[in-house]
């Protein structure tokens, strides 16, 4: 098992920046990516990015590209969202989720484990 456990999330006015982070515990060994998709209330979980562990590739969402950056830091088992340019189309609830078996996708049901998620709420 693998356990997943976001934070960095908030409150923060338009324009402003946050950096979210997912630590994972347990069997990490040999996870292959961790992706992360957000939800907004009433609506359906979407893809953000993924990051591929081996080789370090990523992919965003179109809507996010160029404002939002994931990285990692294999030391601390923890992958980061860098979030800039907040608007308000950006409030959701954030969430992590790793696959230990396939590279990274954009679809939320092929990932094995997820975490409780944090918010992000953008103030105008």
């Known amino acids: 098992q693998v356990q997943l456990v976001e934070s960095g999330g908030g409150l923060v006015q338009a324009g402003g920046s946050l950096r979210l982070s997912c630590a994972a515990s347990?069997?990490?060994?040999?996870?292959?990516?961790m992706a992360w998709f957000r939800q907004a209330a009433g609506k359906e979980r979407e893809f953000v990015g993924f990051?591929?562990?081996?080789?370090?590739?990523?992919r965003y969402a179109d809507s996010v590209k160029g404002r939002f950056t994931i990285s990692r830091n294999d030391a601390k088992n923890t992958v980061y969202l860098q979030i800039n340019s907040l608007n308000n189309e950006d409030t959701a609830m954030y969430y992590c989720?790793?696959?230990?078996?396939?590279?990274?996708?954009?679809?939320?049901?092929?990932?094995?484990?997820w975490g409780q998620g944090t918010q992000v709420t953008v103030s105008s």
């Open positions: 989720e790793a696959n230990r078996f396939t590279t990274g996708t954009v679809a939320t049901s092929t990932y094995d484990y």
């Open positions: 347990g069997r990490t060994f040999g996870t292959v990516a």
């Open positions: 990051i591929n562990w081996r080789g370090g590739s990523t």
